[in-house]
């Protein structure tokens, strides 16, 4: 359906496919969902009233985030529920990175204000839990944004930023997207340098995650 529509880009990392893709049906997963559907609907009717309630919940709270018309205080409040109902579902994860609040996180992560900048950096950590949307963040600029942390934040959004790293930093070829971005690496060591306690155990493990790939 993606590529019927005329896109010619990989709906997760953005980067262009070839002009004719090789295209492997999963028939094995597709066969596992279906019976999943047929044999589970009991175990899982019983908390679908409540999923469906976050899932609603975080449909009002990401409008209110990638509005432009909304405060800083609105942005704030919406942030801290989103934080906590991605801490777990992976579904709501899943819905807030589909629905675009990720450039709208990332555009809090360049607004200067310390409180927004933690609760949006915690926001994008939850996401990257997901594997599809390690790269897919990569590929949106959040590279960029946590080097800019590691250099000027606050400490809090230093570590913050720096266990974002390593969580990216399980794809391969993020370590190597990583380490190729000018100052990060750098920007680790010296957060390891002068760093607070927990400033300084995020960057070591994050150096460690990336130090795996050898160019690094």
């Not at 579904?91 to 607004?111: F, N, P, Q, Y």
């Not at 990583?178 to 994050?206: F, M, Q």
């Amino acid at each position: 359906q993606w590529i019927d529509s005329g896109n010619r880009t990989c709906p997760i990392t953005k980067l262009p496919l070839s002009e004719n893709p090789s295209l492997i049906p999963n028939h094995a997963l597709r066969s596992l969902i279906s019976n999943f559907a047929h044999v589970s609907p009991k175990e899982s009717s019983r908390p679908r009233t409540q999923q469906e309630h976050s899932q609603s919940q975080s449909q009002a709270l990401i409008s209110t985030l990638i509005s432009r018309s909304s405060s800083n205080a609105s942005k704030l409040e919406s942030l801290s529920r989103l934080v906590r109902l991605t801490k777990r579902d992976s579904s709501i994860r899943r819905k807030v990175t589909e629905s675009g609040a990720v450039r709208a996180a990332l555009d809090c992560v360049d607004s200067g204000n310390q409180v927004l900048q933690e609760k949006s950096l915690s926001l994008l950590l939850n996401l990257s839990l997901e594997d599809d949307n390690k790269v897919g963040l990569v590929a949106d600029g959040v590279i960029r944004r946590i080097v800019a942390v590691l250099r000027v934040g606050s400490p809090d959004c230093k570590a913050i930023a720096a266990t974002l790293l390593t969580s990216l930093a399980v794809v391969e070829v993020n370590k190597a997207t990583i380490g190729s971005y000018p100052d990060a690496i750098s920007a680790l060591v010296y957060l390891l340098r002068v760093g607070n306690d927990r400033e300084r155990k995020e960057s070591a493990t994050a150096l460690y995650a990336l130090c795996s790939f050898p160019d690094n």
